[in-house]
Each structure stands twice: as structure tokens, then as C-alpha cells.
């Protein structure tokens, strides 16, 4: 009986071998999400859509949250086979995790963020890199010194538009560039509106471990308006407007002017903070500016609060999502001869292709 048991064929599944338009295992990204509320979840919807991408874990303080997240995932592969995690640190000792992506509030991204290249995971991080430029060097400090892969979520570099505006001002299509304005979006802090009925302190709910949340920050009465988006609008979590989209639109006027490999040389800035409010108020700064110059002689950035920039030349218009600028056929902007590479499939799909060249 044993012979005859060995003799029987051995019957392997197609998804296994990467047939029928599947995706054999060996050529997945396994990942894990840390972070999954508002852009957390944006982000896992991305992932799922991916054939080679597998999604093994989630992880948030929020149960709600991660109540949502993990049915998005069971019901993405029909099975209950995606585990959930409260501490990131559990998440990351998983040795079959080769990648995460992280999505939780900015206090938290330096800890994590290093967290995740010392586990040997490659990272799909949100903007800002990290809240304080101490903790910026220390994720790259680990990153390089790991071997990993770390992709912002700077996801206009994927859109054609951006795409297309950058390669016009580096091919010298609209001649020297003198200045570069960038506008942010205007009144988009509109928690005290928004959330009015949740600026006063009151008793944490039961899904929510907010000491955790707080994390390295300092630990405030709890104010739910200052969680869930929101801990955007509060220096002990966040950093403001400009924090928030200085991964975007001053971005995309960094890569067009070609300074990806260059730092700054000087930087001022000066703005208006809020008028004294009541507890629970937002306390980043309502107006501010920001002036860049990479190095001598080279045009200057201004980063302010404006809603739009009506100038010749670079425009922005953050409202409708577009980059505006001089007519340029696209048959003129081919005879240029230097391009500049992004992925047009959506920055989720980079991280693949980064971890293919690597």
C-alpha cells in the first residue's frame, strides 16, 4: 500500500506555478500595513489590486480601524487568512514580511521607519519622511545602512500631468527658470468646522489605545479632534499645512527644477500662528512662507500659503489637481531627448518595480 501511495500523481494548482495569468508565490511581495485609517486604507486598497502583491497583516491602535482593514483584505482573497496586530513590532518579526507599508501619523514615522529597515523589510512610507530632520537622518541612516528599499509616498510623481510639467522645465522648453512659486491648498484645516461637536477633552473609547498612539509625542488629554486626520494641525503630532504638502506640490517643483541631488543652501521662513484658542484648537501656523535657494545663482522656491499661483510661467492649481504652463506640443517635448522616469501605472506600483532592479 505504501508503493502504491507513492506511485499516485502529484497534482500542483496553476496560481502555484504562475500559470493561467496568476502570479506564482516566488514573485510576490508579501506585505504587511502598519497604520490603517484614513490614507492607511487608501493605500491597502492600492496594494490589493495587485496581482503580485499579497497582503499577510495588518496593524493599527484603532480597533475600528483595524476591524475595516482586515475585512477589506479576507474579502479582496475570499479566506480569513490576513492577521492582525496591535503592536508594529510584532508585525515586523514576521520573517516571511519582505515588505510594509506605513501609514500612521508623522510623530511616529522615525521609530517605525527604523523599525522596519533593522527587520530587513523595504518600506512604502507617506510623506513627510519623518516629523524633525533628526529623525529623517536616522530612516535613512537605516535604510542605507540595511540594504532596503524606501519609497515615499510622494505619489504626483506617478500622475502623467506632473510627469509631463517636470520634463517640459527640464528640457528647457520654457527657457531659464528664474522663480518657482508653490501654492498650498487654502482653508484646507477645517477641523474646527468639521469636528466643532469634539474640541474638548473627554474619556477615551474603548477601541482606541491612545497611550500607544501618542507614542514618542507628549501625552495631551485626549481630544478627539486631535486624532484621525487631524493630528495634522498640532505641532506635537504634525506639522501644519506645509508638512502635510511639502511632499507634493514643492516636490514636484523640486523635481522639476532638477534638484533631486542637491540640497539647500538657504532656508527662511516666517508665518502667523494661530490667535490664542481654547483648548483642542489647532495650533499650526494659519499663513506661512517659506523661501528655498539650492545654491548660488540658482532660482529661488517660495512655498506659501495661497491657494494658487497666477504667474507667468510654473503654475499650480492645487484645487482642480493640475500643473498649468506654456502650450508645449508634445512633439516638441519629444525632439528634447532627455526623459525622466516615473510610473504611470500609480505609485503603488513602484515599489515592485524598484524591489525588480534592485
Known sequence: MAGAALALPTFIPASALGLNGKTAPSNRIVMGMIGCGNMGTSNLRAFLTKADCQVVATCDVDKNHLKKATQLVNERYQDQGCKTYHDFRELLARADIDAVMMATPDHWHGLVGVAAAKS?????????????????????????????????????????????????????????????????????????????????VTTVPPELDYDMWSGPSKLLPYIPARLHRDWRWNYNTGGGQL???????????????????????????????????????????????????????????????????????????????VVRLPLVADRELAAAGAHYWSSHAGGHRSLRDFRAYA
Open 243 to 321: 508638512m502635510d504638502w511639502i511632499g507634493h506640490h514643492c516636490d514636484i517643483a523640486h523635481w522639476g527644477c532638477d534638484f533631486d541631488n542637491s540640497g539647500p543652501s538657504e532656508i527662511e521662513g516666517h508665518g502667523e500662528f494661530p490667535a490664542a484658542r481654547r483648548v483642542g484648537r489647532p495650533d499650526s501656523r494659519a499663513l506661512l512662507y517659506v523661501h528655498v535657494r539650492r545654491h548660488p545663482g540658482a532660482a529661488p522656491q517660495e512655498i506659501g500659503g495661497r491657494a494658487g499661483i497666477h504667474s507667468a510661467g510654473w503654475m499650480d492649481d492645487p484645487g482642480a489637481g
Open 120 to 200: 530587513k523589510k523595504d518600506i512604502y512610507g507617506e510623506k513627510p519622511l519623518a516629523r524633525t530632520i533628526l529623525e529623517q537622518q536616522m530612516i535613512v541612516k537605516a535604510v542605507e545602512e540595511n540594504g532596503r528599499i524606501y519609497q515615499m509616498g510622494s505619489w504626483q510623481r506617478s500622475v502623467a500631468n506632473f510627469h509631463k510639467a517636470a520634463e517640459i522645465v527640464r528640457n528647457g522648453l520654457i527657457g531659464t527658470v528664474k522663480r518657482v512659486e508653490v501654492g498650498l491648498p487654502k482653508d484646507y484645516n477645517d477641523a474646527e468646522t468639521r469636528r466643532k461637536d469634539e474640541m474638548h
